[in-house]
């Protein structure tokens, strides 16, 4: 009966038995129709909007069991089915059986309502049943159901995880989906057990090393390079300092990528409809929910056991950075300007944690000059975001507080204050600290011209839509940015040794 539903999905799995008439193909939601877990969704989703949503879970587990808890996790943070992301293969067999006259049923232990608007977006169920308040349909709950609903073996059951074994043992016929060998093990044995009946498992692809990387985002660690510049201004680079600064690196990568993870997590809905942020792991479903959920706190104790090798001082900027930036991702980031203004202090942040990380006080100099280049780069990225949703066809940035038409106000930002930062640094070049540290000053100049070329370019690539989300992974992709790079690191150490 699957056999020739899947041929095409596996057929060396595919397993052979005559079709009997009445059969319905009952298909699991989570981690089956779905590459994700709606009551997961649901949570972080709620959480995006209400800080106070874990408090709200704790009563409604409490009041209502996991019933209510999901109930009341889909109230809290609604999720748009249109967004979700779908198992393919899964949709592909459903529009098989359908197209060969079999019915169909969405049966999960999401709850009921929200399933009735997944079956709906996906038009493929003749029938859809979910949990309720005093019922979670799942494991034996579920088999029940569909036992009395549909008569013994009256279904082929589409599941993936542990608790479908008693659903399984009821099926005419079990298909699995991304199972691990051991569910794999367990679920042909049991119907072997039951007089032969067929087994076919979906093929899936385990997500490895790359989709990890992918969701650290080890090319953002660019950024964290940041805490070496208060060594290298003040031309301190000794062993130890250098040492120092090092492991202020390592601790900020991966806090920055504990908070990477915890903001894909709030921002799967905005993700999903951008043309590229889609294709992030969590968005995506390459990787679950309940993995980034695990990961992101693991990463963050890690970094800030290494921030407190170096000291308290150290410790406490790593605490405030942790808290910025998950006051970026619940509600800064969707407040205008705002938004700009503090990733430019996060960006500025990174120079304070490399002074407290090695005790070099920071100058005043650059500070002004680190302030205005960062909100620079910041408008750029909103910039950007804004030349996506204009050529997308969108009125407002998705998760932002912008509208497209105020994206020749947010470059003419982006434009000034980097130019600012260029006069910052000419200013600086005639004080007295320029000529204590280097021999020939004058050559520094230089680095303001490359600036100004660098930062008037960078605004028009964006304008034209060719600046990638973030402009400093931009800047390590780009030849001419990379070149720029190179120049002002030239004057910079000519200057010094002239």
Not at 139 to 146: E, I, P, R, S, Y
Not at 155 to 167: L, T
Not at 351 to 380: D, E, H, M, N, Y
Request: proline share 5%.
């Amino acid at each position: 009966m699957i056999a020739e539903r899947l041929s095409e999905v596996s057929p060396s799995r595919a397993m052979l038995n005559d079709r009997r008439e009445g059969v319905v193909l009952v298909v699991d939601l989570d981690g089956t129709l779905l590459r994700s877990d709606v009551l997961q969704e649901s949570f972080w989703s709620a959480l995006a909007r209400h800080w106070w949503t874990p408090l709200a879970a704790v009563r409604a587990l409490a009041a209502g069991g996991r019933p209510g808890l999901k109930r009341r996790l889909a109230e809290l943070g609604p999720v748009r089915p249109s967004r979700l992301p779908y198992d393919e293969g899964v949709l592909a067999l459903v529009q098989r059986w359908r197209a060969e006259g079999g019915r169909t049923a969405l049966v999960t232990a999401a709850d009921a309502a929200l399933a009735r608007q997944v079956a709906t977006h996906v038009d493929l169920f003749d029938e859809v049943h979910g949990s309720t308040p005093g019922r979670n349909l799942k494991g034996t709950v579920k088999a029940a159901f569909l036992a009395e609903r549909f008569g013994p073996q009256g279904y082929v059951y589409v599941g993936d995880a542990p608790a479908d074994m008693p659903v399984w043992q009821g099926a005419a016929e079990a298909v699995t989906v991304t199972p691990s060998p051991r569910l794999r093990a367990r679920v042909e044995a049991a119907m072997a057990a039951s007089g032969g009946r067929a087994v076919t498992h979906l093929p899936s692809e385990a997500p490895g090393p790359a989709t990890w990387l992918r969701a650290l985002r080890p090319h953002q660690w660019a950024k964290n390079l940041l805490v070496f510049l208060p060594m290298l201004a003040a031309h301190q680079l000794d062993a130890i300092t250098l040492g120092q600064s090092a492991l202020a690196f390592v601790a900020f990568s991966l806090i920055a990528s504990a908070i990477y993870l915890l903001n894909d997590l709030l921002d799967l809905d905005a993700d999903r409809a951008h043309p590229r942020k889609r294709a992030r792991p969590f968005a995506s479903g390459a990787l679950s929910l309940a993995q980034g959920g695990l990961a992101a706190p693991v990463l963050l104790l890690a970094g800030l056991g290494c921030a407190a090798l170096l000291g308290l001082e150290f410790l406490a900027v790593m605490l405030g950075y942790v808290i910025v930036t998950s006051a970026y991702s619940l509600s800064l980031k969707r407040r205008l300007v705002v938004d700009i203004c503090v990733l430019a202090g996060l960006y500025t942040l990174r120079i304070f944690a490399g002074g407290a990380a090695t005790g070099i006080p920071l100058s005043v100099w650059l500070l002004a000059f680190s302030i205005f280049l960062f909100f620079s780069l910041a408008a750029v990225k909103r910039q950007a975001e804004l030349v996506d949703g204009a050529a997308s066809g969108r009125s407002v940035a998705p998760g932002r507080g912008y509208q497209i038409e105020d994206l020749p106000i947010v470059a003419g930002m982006a434009i000034a204050a980097g130019y600012v930062s260029v006069l910052v640094m000419a200013l600086y070049l005639t004080s007295p600290e320029v000529k204590a540290l280097y021999a020939a000053p004058e050559l520094l100049w230089g680095i303001c011209l490359v600036l100004l070329y660098w930062i008037s370019r960078v605004v028009m690539l964006t304008h034209r839509g060719r600046m990638h989300d973030d402009p400093v992974v931009f800047a390590l992709r780009d030849p001419v940015s990379r070149l720029c790079v190179a120049l002002v690191a030239g004057f910079a150490v000519v200057g010094t040794l002239l």
